[in-house]
């Protein structure tokens, strides 16, 4: 009897605190395959850098620094799960993903170790970014979930949640959920 009043008061527990199989993703950040993890965070770096800015046209910025552990609390609705250092291979593999880009890629443990200005916010003088990736979340269709935040410096920057699928055998951005910012 302790027996089923305890599964009875953990199983509305779960449903209370909103732990249902109706929510689409796994659980689990990241699919099992690195070579699949270094191609959607590049596409994600590339998606960023070249059409999901705050400008009409690519600026072309020649510094793109990346914070090298996941934080999906940059988005607050994404879904979440613990950050995680990204391996020191897996950053390679990204690296040479995005080694014909025209930006020169700089990992960083954290965001204070970007150049930025305190007095205008800027970037690397105006010449660069800083990107924080979140963690990646399959779905329960194929596609995964990541969330980001770039900034650009002062209040120029942007944040979403990316949906990506495979297209032709490569990882792609497919869409964006929920709300964004941007500034």
Same mark, same amino acid.
């Not at 170790?113 to 329960?140: F, K, M, R």
């Given at each position: 009897?302790k027996?089923?009043?305890?599964?009875l008061?953990?199983?509305?527990?779960?449903?209370?605190?909103?732990?249902?199989?109706?929510?689409?993703?796994?659980?689990?950040?990241?699919?099992?395959?690195?070579?699949?993890?270094?191609? $959607?965070?590049?596409?994600?770096?590339?998606?960023?850098?070249t059409?999901?800015?705050?400008?009409?046209?690519?600026?072309?910025?020649?510094?793109?620094?990346?914070? /090298?552990?996941?934080?999906d609390?940059?988005?607050?609705?994404?879904?979440?799960?613990p950050?995680?250092?990204?391996?020191p !291979?897996?950053?390679?593999?990204?690296?040479?993903?995005?080694?014909?880009e025209?930006?020169?890629?700089?990992? $960083?443990? /954290?965001?204070?170790?970007?150049?930025?200005?305190?007095?205008?916010?800027q970037?690397?003088?105006? !010449?660069?970014?800083?990107?924080?990736?979140? /963690?990646i979340?399959?779905? /329960?269709?194929?596609?995964?979930?990541?969330?980001?935040?770039?900034? #650009?410096g002062?209040? #120029?920057?942007?944040?979403?949640?990316?949906?990506?699928?495979?297209?032709d055998?490569?990882?792609?951005?497919?869409?964006?959920?929920?709300?964004?910012?941007?500034s």
């Amino acid at each position: 009897m302790k027996a089923t009043t305890f599964l009875l008061a953990l199983l509305y527990l779960l449903g209370v605190t909103g732990c249902t199989a109706a929510d689409e993703s796994t659980g689990d950040p990241g699919p099992s395959d690195s070579g699949d993890d270094a191609q $959607i965070y590049a596409a994600a770096i590339r998606q960023i850098y070249t059409v999901d800015h705050s400008f009409g046209q690519p600026p072309g910025w020649p510094l793109v620094y990346v914070v /090298n552990s996941t934080d999906d609390a940059v988005m607050s609705y994404a879904p979440a799960a613990p950050s995680q250092d990204l391996a020191p !291979e897996l950053l390679a593999a990204i690296q040479t993903e995005l080694v014909d880009e025209p930006f020169e890629l700089i990992w $960083i443990d /954290n965001v204070d170790e970007a150049p930025i200005d305190l007095s205008n916010g800027q970037v690397a003088e105006g !010449e660069g970014i800083i990107i924080t990736l979140g /963690n990646i979340h399959p779905q /329960n269709d194929g596609t995964i979930q990541m969330s980001f935040f770039m900034t #650009c410096g002062g209040l #120029c920057g942007i944040g979403k949640i990316y949906i990506m699928s495979q297209v032709d055998g490569a990882w792609q951005v497919t869409g964006s959920v929920g709300p964004e910012i941007m500034s």
